[in-house]
């Protein structure tokens, strides 16, 4: 009896938790305006079995982001990392670095080299961040919001880059989340069900806005081979819409370092679609750029989504952590004139039955820097 009953109440919790996530989820196709758009994208923050908790082999970890779409994986083990960038079978670029165990939380290193790394590693506990950067191209804050890993205010100022969306931080706000009910759902569809899981990120959104300078604004899938493949990696996906790769895996991995550091990059939720037709392009004086560019006001900013937007969604436009406009059309074109940090991000309000309505955003850009006219 007691069995009978379980199997009842879990087939009632399947049926709703399905529902909801279909309800909630969102499913962008490809549409024709931009079939032969190229968009380089990719996983950050993944782990092999080089990591103490990593469930999967470097060959597992490329076939499965092959089977997900994706171009590159930037392998992140934790106080390890592999000797050398290179191309999988598959063709899928492997760019090395590590994650570091720091006693104020974990460090994304993106070119530190093995001997730094190992290092490193034997003096965890009093290593600085300091040193950390003087070996590295890119010193990321890994998780920052994380209540397990998190990173404190006072220290974020010290890193190039802000992993604002983190699988990390979503699963330990998603155990105390009445949400967590939606992995019923998984059954019927992985997919649905996982999208439906995300939380709002307002609260991250607003300590990247209130640090001070430019840095990169990143998501990590902390991927680490446990379950649902291919789907896990699609958790975030980092685009670089501005990234040719040339096939030498020395050069591309050092190309698309160089292309995070200079910001020229956006995340998405990967679940949610193919984010490739958002277009951001910035016009100055003489100076024409994208994503990540700093441009002398007044410049012209025009964000452009190609075909029609998903049906309820929003363009937003934030200035230094402020909205300043949100449109239902599927282009903006704006005049900067004040000096300030312009980023956008598309979403839509999402009613979710019984736990409320959710402000969720699916795309976050890195941040157009508008600066006083050179005049």
């Not at 590693?121 to 998190?150: F, T």
């Not at 007044?298 to 452009?304: E, F, T």
Request: hydrophobic share 45%.
């Amino acid at each position: 009896m007691k069995r009978k009953i379980i199997l009842s109440l879990w087939s009632f919790g399947v049926l709703i938790a399905a529902a909801a996530a279909r309800f909630s989820a969102i499913d962008i196709g490809v549409t024709p305006e931009h079939n032969e758009q190229r968009v380089v994208r990719g996983v950050m923050h993944a782990h092999t079995d080089l990591s103490h908790d990593g469930k999967q082999s470097l060959t597992e970890l490329t076939r499965d982001a092959k089977r997900a779409g994706l171009d590159f994986v930037v392998v992140s083990d934790h106080n390890a990392t592999l000797p050398a960038p290179l191309y999988s079978a598959e063709g899928v670029l492997v760019v090395p670095a590590t994650e570091l165990s720091m006693s104020m939380g974990h460090v994304l290193a993106l070119g530190m080299g093995e001997a730094a790394v190992s290092g490193a590693k034997a003096k965890l506990e009093d290593l600085a961040l300091a040193d950390v950067r003087r070996e590295s191209a890119l010193v990321i804050a890994a998780h920052p919001d994380s209540k397990k890993h998190g990173i404190e205010d006072a220290v974020l100022p010290l890193f190039s880059g802000y992993e604002l969306l983190s699988s990390s931080s979503d699963f330990y706000a998603l155990l105390r989340s009445p949400r967590l009910l939606w992995l019923f759902g998984v059954p019927i569809s992985a997919r649905a069900a996982f999208s439906a899981l995300y939380p709002a990120r307002a609260r991250g959104a607003a300590r990247y806005d209130a640090l001070p300078g430019q840095p990169l604004l990143t998501c990590g899938a902390d991927d680490h081979g446990r379950i649902f493949a291919p789907e896990r990696l699609l958790t975030y996906v980092t685009y670089l819409p501005t990234f040719i790769p040339e096939r030498d895996a020395a050069a591309d991995s050092k190309t698309l370092v160089d292309h995070l550091i200079a910001r020229e990059s956006y995340c998405a939720l990967g679940l949610f679609g193919d984010a490739s037709p958002l277009s951001v392009t910035v016009r100055g004086a003489g100076h024409f750029a994208t994503i990540g560019a700093t441009v002398s006001a007044p410049a012209i900013l025009r964000v452009r989504w190609q075909g029609a937007l998903p049906p309820g969604h929003k363009l937003y436009i934030y200035k230094d952590g402020e909205r300043i406009e949100a449109t239902g059309d599927a282009a903006i074109e704006r005049e900067l004139v004040q000096p300030g940090r312009y980023r956008i991000e598309l979403g839509r309000d999402v009613p979710t039955f019984w736990f409320g309505t959710r402000h969720l955003r699916w795309i976050y850009t890195n941040p157009i820097v508008i600066t006083p006219s050179a005049a």
